[in-house]
């Protein structure tokens, strides 16, 4: 059975950093492309990045590029969001969500979600 | 505001039939395969079409997906109580380099 678990959420001051992590088990972690998804108090879904299987490619959106940074750990099965210069905007539940296998950009598989809130 | 346009909200009878639709531009629906996410209240996403039309194994068939143009609508038959959710489309947009969602639409079986 496919499993994410998110892990690494907290309560951080704006300005401030914070390290998720996403523990993948039943599947081969390293053949698949991953990404992190969040979703804000109430609002919809934001996707905010992308890792290849190998770590050769890696996207953000406009919204977070420069301050957010996605690796992998293939020897671990873990992802990871590393997240500096916090913004209150920033504030939700962050999802790490597996890239499907048809060459669409589509997530087949969900964490249950990690909440960041971003307050002083 | 998304760059992918839904209904807030759509509402029908228990045993009846809902359809969602999903609204973009050339460069995102236009060129790229629709996925569509069921989300229950205080869960994960999780998928229901992929592919414009796919439905992931354990997903029943009264689920279903289109796209014409620009345009993607997830339809649900034999609607049931347990379907109440958030229903969410996604795709790829070419111009932005990003994957989009639209805003969400909430279903309420009456």
């Known amino acids: 059975e496919v499993q994410l678990v998110e892990s690494g959420g907290d309560l951080v001051q704006p300005g401030g950093s914070l390290r998720l992590s996403c523990a993948a088990s039943?599947?081969?972690?390293?053949?698949?492309?991953m990404n992190w998804v969040r979703q804000a108090p109430g609002k919809g879904l934001e996707w905010v990045s992308y890792?290849?299987?190998?770590?050769?490619?890696?996207y953000y959106p406009d919204s977070v590029r420069g301050r957010f940074t996605i690796s992998r750990d293939n020897a671990k099965n873990s992802l990871y969001l590393q997240m500096n210069s916090l913004r209150a905007e920033d504030t939700a539940v962050y999802f790490c969500?597996?890239?499907?296998?048809?060459?669409?950009?589509?997530?087949?598989?969900w964490g249950q979600g990690t909440q960041v809130t971003v307050s002083s | 505001q998304s760059v992918l346009t839904q209904p807030p909200s759509v509402s029908a009878a228990p045993g009846q039939k809902v359809t969602i639709s999903c609204s973009g531009s050339?460069?995102?629906?236009?060129?790229?395969?629709v996925s569509w996410y069921q989300q229950l209240p205080g869960t994960a996403p999780k998928l229901l079409i992929y592919?414009?039309?796919k439905r992931p194994s354990g997903i029943p068939d009264r689920f279903s997906g289109s796209k014409s143009g620009t345009s993607a609508t997830l339809g649900i038959t034999g609607l049931q109580t347990g379907d109440e959710a958030d229903y969410y489309c996604?795709?790829?947009?070419?111009?932005?380099?990003?994957?989009?969602f639209g805003g969400g639409t909430k279903l309420t079986v009456l």
């Open positions: 592919d414009n039309n």
């Open positions: 969500a597996r890239l499907g296998v048809s060459g669409s950009y589509y997530f087949d598989y």
């Open positions: 890792i290849s299987s190998s770590a050769t490619s890696i």
């Open positions: 996604g795709t790829w947009d070419s111009s932005l380099s990003a994957v989009i």
């Open positions: 050339r460069s995102n629906i236009g060129s790229n395969y």
């Open positions: 039943g599947f081969t972690f390293s053949d698949y492309e």
